[in-house]
């Protein structure tokens, strides 16, 4: 096997701001709230025969892409079994345990996860992060998602 290398990234442009609650099951939520997230990556590459195992830049421009992304919006998720979005005029109506909810379109990102937490939002920035940067040089990718001081939850993709 090719030597491999471990790269790590964890910038301080890496994170986003963003309002959510975590649903605990048909009839409980947290309140709206929000965080400052920060993200961070673990790369394990193929050591190549210039001297580099994974380009940093590029790596580095997707992550900070995808925070850009979510960076100051209301995160919703799409595929919880406990909740239903539907969209009316500019806003997105979410029906909750007999409670209706309501934010703009244009500041609301419906993601297709099952529940707005670390561990879902984790697994969620990996696959993006696989699909757009999948080499042959890579052996496993990690996306870490940190929601606080001591609150970190990561994702694993390798190769098979």
């Not at 419906?110 to 992060?129: Q, Y």
Request: net charge negative; glycine share 6%.
């Amino acid at each position: 096997m090719a030597d491999t290398v471990t790269l790590h990234i964890n910038k301080e442009a890496h994170k986003f701001s963003a309002a959510h609650y975590t649903i605990f099951s048909a009839s409980e939520r947290e309140r709206l709230h929000g965080h400052n997230y920060a993200v961070s990556a673990r790369i394990v590459a193929v050591m190549g025969e210039n001297g580099f195992a994974a380009d940093y830049n590029v790596y580095k421009r997707l992550i900070k892409n995808l925070c850009d992304e979510l960076d100051e919006y209301m995160l919703l998720a799409e595929n919880s079994p406990w909740q239903q979005i539907r969209t009316v005029g500019d806003d997105l109506e979410v029906l909750f345990a007999g409670k209706t909810l309501r934010f703009p379109v244009d500041e609301t990102r419906v993601l297709p996860i099952t529940n707005v937490t670390i561990e879902e939002l984790s697994g969620f920035l990996l696959s993006r992060l696989v699909s757009d940067c999948l080499d042959e040089a890579l052996v496993e990718l990690e996306v870490g998602v940190s929601s606080g001081a001591g609150q970190l939850a990561t994702s694993v993709w390798r190769r098979s």
